[in-house]
């Protein structure tokens, strides 16, 4: 899971020291939102997977420029680049389920 990967990058590079703080500061839930879809074997929200993708995106760009950081930088822009494809296939997949659930002549 795409999450599960933004956490240990961000882990490992010290942007974040635990689940809680990550749930909390990088996909905008409660501090519990990774420990509960790991209990309950549930998938990510895409409110929550967006978020993080953008969140990604901008501490990406604010590192490039530097260049200790750079390296860093593009990890976590193409980890945004995951974020929001797997948001926007998510999003087509809503629509077709609901668009075959619900067949009208458009």
Partial sequence: MVLNEAYYILREAGLVSSESEFSEDWLGHSECYLRTL???????????????????????EALLPVPTYKKLGIRLLVLSERCH???????????VSTLSCNPTNY
Avoid: H, M, W, Y
């Fill in 38 to 60: 790991r209990f309950k074997k549930s998938d990510p929200s895409l409110g929550a997977i967006a978020i993080c993708g953008s969140r990604l995106q901008k501490a990406g």
């Fill in 85 to 95: 494809d797997t948001v926007n296939e998510g999003s087509v997949n809503s629509l």
